[in-house]
């Protein structure tokens, strides 16, 4: 019932709209084209049957499949978003599309330096005679996460098409600028009265996201004294001189993201501005454990005050916000959402490779809400870059996990 021709189609049509998050903008969503997808996709849902699709003024998509044969089922949400990454341009995206691959590395054609090697890529191994889709090396793909989109009007239009499938009634969620972590801002979750959500947003296929980062943003402030060089002596207070020690004495061997994997958490510095007067230095704190956060602002703190008594006169202040939650927490209240998903995947004779993710979700911002979402794979590989690919096979399986997943859904999975 998921038609694969159809799906790639959808996926081509979809990635070929610049949809790129533009960072540093107030207009919500940040980039026109969202809005353009956005409506396109809602024009087909209607196409399909659903009129209650629709977008609001921020270019969120709503939409319910109205439930088959079990009224009284929990609503579940699947979601995925329109924009693309900032990292790499979205525009005029050229799909490749390469069927029955038959291994080896691929070289893209409107940049030959561009090419996807197997040796940076192994699951290619496994994907012989699989269809994949690539750029032509000048732009991202986008499959992150108009694979996603993809994927869930395949979804929709198949519950449509049949009559012999039993579930409740099924919410579509399309979000705008995840990728500039401003994907929920405007959900409204209360209305979406769903019990689980999923995003399709994860690489690969049969992944089941069920933790992430918890994740911390550290402001670091350092005030020094500015006057003309000139008459500076026993006067000035160089703040460059002072953040320039701040940064140094940061751990380097261990609590950085180039010295950590797995479980281990890291202190990231990633940008820095300022002269003389005043630096400001912004660090993200990343733990699985929300208490380890407090322990890297401890960290910070500590390093603050060895820098200040080193500079006299310099003042330097710590402040750090939440940016999202290892969704773990709020998971543990609604243990049906993962149950489900697993359950889905061993009816298609498949295992759920449960997974932690170094990184957040909108599902880690939505779970923290109250709305437990974790992450499902969708056939995306190497996101952000010019050498993204997606995986056709992936995305249709990713496609019949779902329609499992609302037929589990209503059967009462207590
Ligand atoms: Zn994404």
Known sequence: MIDRERLLDRFLRYVQVDTTAVEGTDTYPSSPGQMTLGAMLVDELQAMGIDNAAQDEHGIVVATVPSRGAESAPVVA???????????????????????YTGGDLVLPGDPEKVIRVSENPELNDLHGCTLITTDGTTLLGGDDKAGLAIIMELTQSLMETSDITHGPVRILFTCDEEIGRGIDYVDIEKLAATACYTLDGGGANDLDVETFSADLAVVTVRGVNIHPSIAKDRMVNAIRAASAFVDRLPRETLSPETTSGREGFLHPYQIEGGVAEVTIRIILRDFETAGL????????????????????ASISVETRPQYRNMRDGLEKEPRAVKCAQLAHQRLKREAKLSIIRGGTDGSQLTERGLPTPNLSSGQHNPHSPLEWA??????QAAEVLVELAQVWAEDPG
Do not use: Y
């Not at 995986?391 to 249709?396: G, K, R, S």
């Open 78 to 100: 699947f979601n995925s978003h329109v924009d693309t990454s900032p990292e790499t341009t979205g525009a005029h995206v050229k799909p490749q599309v390469i069927n029955g």
């Open 294 to 313: 407090e322990k890297q602002a401890e960290l910070l703190r500590k390093v603050a005050a060895e820098v200040e008594s080193q500079f006299s006169g």
């Open 391 to 396: 995986c056709l096979d992936e995305m249709v």
